[in-house]
């Protein structure tokens, strides 16, 4: 091996990992989607259930309204850009979530406003190093490893990703705060068609410090030949969508 050889080699390497994110996000993401789907959390003692749906364009706008329980149907959340946005039909207000907030729980569930809204890319706002291979459901896998780039404003220290080397499905995530320690697993589960795509169905958030507790994500319902415009991510139609 030439030293030119060893000079280039890590830089390719670390570009055929970003691109093997890539290809998984944009196969779960789509250029334009509509969804439906349950969201379960479960706790030692007790569960319950909310059915979302959901609308995006790219990686810059989403907007999720949740269509029951009655007592939280009509709550819509907005992405715009680096804006998101709460619209909250009991008191008929719209609040602007900072930065700070996206951490913290989405709806009392396992995983945060990040996660689901993705205010972060996973494809442009880390550097991506394919560190191992295994088998996950009988599938082979590359284990990939995402480091926030400096001064991003991301909310995880580091996370590894599982991606199916063939089909470029997202098998299973583990999620590290800044100071390494492991916060979340995310497993994905029973794959089959959705809108045409073989993705997984289900996908299982389990907090690492909290015993008995996990948040179920189960997609009923995946439409990726949906058209709405930009228009429609907007103030005005978070209080009207339905």
């Known amino acids: ?21 890539r290809k998984a996000d944009e196969k779960r993401r789509g250029d334009v989607a509509t969804a439906s789907m349950t969201i379960s959390i479960i706790r030692p003692s007790w569960s319950r259930d909310m059915s979302i749906k959901s609308w995006s364009k790219g990686t810059e706008y989403s907007l999720i309204l949740v269509t029951s329980p009655a007592r939280d149907k009509g709550t819509v959340f907005l992405k715009r850009d680096n804006e998101i946005w709460n619209w909250i039909p009991s008191i008929e207000r ?3 979530l900072p930065p700070s907030m996206m951490m913290q729980s989405w709806m009392g569930s396992d995983f945060t406003n990040d996660d689901l809204i993705k205010e972060s890319s996973i494809v442009e706002d880390y550097t991506h190093s394919i560190v191992g291979d295994s088998i996950i459901m009988e599938r082979e896998v590359h284990k990939i490893e995402l480091i926030p780039k400096p001064d991003t404003p991301v909310v995880w220290g580091k996370i590894y990703s599982w991606i199916d080397k063939k ?16 916060v979340n697993e995310v497993k994905f589960l029973e794959i089959k068609p959705l809108g045409g ?46």
């Open 197 to 242: 795509r073989m993705l997984p169905s289900i996908m299982e958030y389990i907090p690492a410090d909290e015993e008995g507790h996990k948040t179920v994500i189960k997609y009923h319902e995946v439409d990726y030949n949906a058209r709405h415009g930009l228009d429609f991510f907007s103030l005005q139609n978070m209080k009207r969508v339905r």
């Open 167 to 182: 089909e470029y499905i997202e098998l299973r995530s583990e999620l590290y705060d800044e100071d390494g320690y492991l």
């Open 94 to 96: 719209s609040i602007k």
């Open 1 to 21: 091996m030439t030293l030119l050889t060893l000079m280039v080699a890590p830089c390719a390497y670390a570009q055929d990992a970003k691109e093997i994110i």
